[in-house]
Every structure is written in structure tokens, then in C-alpha cells.
């Protein structure tokens, strides 16, 4: 089956830069969209189609693609950007695929 | 603004079968603009999509999950419904509804989740 392959974690400090990427054959043709999921709540979409930023959400949260991998950078990292974040995406049956999911910690 | 709610049994038997329903506010289950999709996560892992529907008749299902699973819509009632069977504890976890915009599968709306538990 298809797999999305993230970094299991990722530690910043405050006003560093996180960078999460996600791994997947077929990242080169479709796109990937990314959620943070903070704890007891449900995900929210933090970009769209790559590199899109939905409204609403913080412009220190960006999006890149190259090849078969994404890249979120989260630039200035704040301490209430602790959350989980998971990539998705559509493998070639057009079935939805999250990533394996990165926890990232604001030390 | 579009609202969805999960219910259902907290517990389920194991062998038996998991049912639980979306009940959307805000918006028409029946819209062509829309798909309706179901969700999982286990206690302290990452997220797992089980499957999708679009208008009455469409659906698509992860393919670890197809033989044991279905979704339905409920026009009369605007909700739509998952069916898994054959249920073991691995089931167990957090169970999310949640709504996409047509043709992305991007999942922009959810439910609050609802946390099923499958034991004897």
C-alpha cells in the first residue's frame, strides 16, 4: 500500500524554524495538503495544494514541494505551535493517505 | 457553517459490528460540491482514513479496511453512516466524520470525534 514517510519528531526552540517534510512516490503528481492536530482536538489544515495557506492561518506556516518530497517550515516558531502534524495526500487508486505524523516539541 | 457530530456506541464486542453516524448541520449531505468521509486514530498514533462517499452511490475505501467496510447516506435525516464489521481490538481509537470539497480529497471540516472502544 501506499506509505507517506514523515520524521516521527521534531524539536525547535522558540523563534527557530521547524521544517517537516513528507516522503512519498507519488508526491511528484499529486497534491499534498498539511494538518496540525493539537492535543484533544480534531486536525486542521494548515496548507493546501503544496503551498497554499488556507485563511486564517499564521504566515510563519509555509508550504514546498520538490520531487517526491513536501516540506512544511514553520518560521519563527511559537510555543503554541506544539502540536502534531501529519501530511496527505491521493495514491493512484484516488484513495486519501496521511503520513506517518511528526510531533513537534517547542522546547 | 457547516457542523458535524458523531454518535454512536462507545463500546463495541469483539467479532461484532462498529456503527456509528454523522450528523451534518449547515449543509445538504446530498450537495455535488461535497464528500462526506470517515477518520480513525488510535490512542496515541496517527491518523488512518477509512473511506469516502460522494452524492449516493460513490464511495472509495482504504484498501486494508474494504472488506469490512461501508458508507451510507441518510437523506432523509442529512447524515451519513459507517458501518466496519468482523471488529477487533485494534479498532479501537477516536473516530472522526469530516467533509471534503469536490474533486480534492482534503478533509476541511470535522466532527468533534467519538471514542470507540472495542472489548468484551
Known amino acids: 500500500s501506499y506509505e507517506l514517510t514523515q520524521p516521527p519528531s521534531v524539536s525547535v526552540s522558540p523563534g527557530q524554524t521547524a521544517r517537516i517534510t513528507c516522503s512519498g512516490d507519488?508526491?511528484?503528481?499529486?497534491?499534498t495538503y498539511w494538518y496540525q492536530q493539537k492535543a484533544g482536538q480534531a486536525p486542521v489544515v494548515v496548507i493546501f495544494?503544496?503551498?497554499e495557506r488556507p485563511s486564517g492561518i499564521p504566515e510563519r506556516f509555509s508550504g514546498s514541494s520538490s520531487g517526491t518530497t513536501v516540506t512544511l517550515t514553520i518560521s519563527g516558531v511559537q510555543a503554541e505551535d506544539e502540536a502534531d502534524y501529519y501530511c496527505?495526500?491521493?495514491?493512484?487508486?484516488?484513495?486519501?493517505?496521511f503520513g506517518t505524523g511528526t510531533k513537534v516539541t517547542v522546547l | 457553517q457547516v457542523q458535524l457530530q458523531e454518535s454512536g456506541p462507545g463500546l463495541v464486542k469483539p467479532s461484532q459490528t462498529l456503527s456509528l453516524t454523522c450528523t451534518v448541520s449547515?449543509?445538504?449531505?446530498?450537495?455535488?460540491?461535497?464528500?462526506w468521509s470517515w477518520i480513525r486514530q488510535p490512542a496515541g498514533k496517527g491518523l488512518e482514513w477509512i473511506g469516502r462517499?460522494?452524492?449516493?452511490?460513490?464511495?472509495n475505501y482504504n484498501p486494508s479496511l474494504k472488506s469490512r467496510v461501508t458508507i451510507s447516506l441518510d437523506t432523509s435525516k442529512n447524515q451519513f453512516s459507517l458501518n466496519l464489521n468482523s471488529v477487533t481490538a485494534a479498532d479501537t481509537g477516536m473516530y472522526y466524520c469530516?467533509?471534503?470539497?469536490?474533486?480534492?480529497?482534503?478533509?476541511?471540516?470535522w466532527g468533534r470525534g467519538i471514542l470507540v472502544t472495542v472489548s468484551s
Open positions: 469530516a467533509r471534503g470539497f469536490y474533486p480534492r480529497m482534503v478533509w476541511t471540516e
Open positions: 449547515g449543509g445538504s449531505i446530498t450537495s455535488a460540491r461535497h464528500y
Open positions: 462517499i460522494y452524492t449516493s452511490d460513490n464511495t
Open positions: 507519488a508526491l511528484s503528481k499529486q497534491y
Open positions: 495544494k503544496d503551498t
Open positions: 496527505l495526500s491521493t495514491d493512484s487508486s484516488d484513495t486519501s493517505v
